[in-house]
């Protein structure tokens, strides 16, 4: 059985779609659950999606 890449952009796009869903839910769960408005709801929501696809993944690379 061949082993597959675990780095062909495929991969790495895929990857990076499931942590930004993650990080959106996280993020936009949290400030529903405080009572915030739409806007930083969204924006809560992104900024944890960047934080979790940026940080894991360069942190990957350096290893």
């Known amino acids: 059985m061949k082993g597959f890449d675990r780095s062909c952009p495929f991969c790495r796009f895929m ?3 499931a ?3 993650v990080g ?3 993020g936009s ?4 659950l405080l009572g915030a408005s ?3 709801i969204m924006m809560s929501g992104i900024v944890v999606a960047a934080v979790l696809v940026f940080g894991l993944l360069d942190r990957k690379k350096k290893n």
């Not at 769960?29 to 529903?32: D, E, K």
């Open 29 to 32: 769960g949290i400030a529903y």
């Open 24 to 26: 959106m839910g996280l």
């Open 38 to 40: 739409k806007e930083n």
């Open 19 to 21: 942590f930004t869903g």
């Open 15 to 17: 990857r990076s779609l």
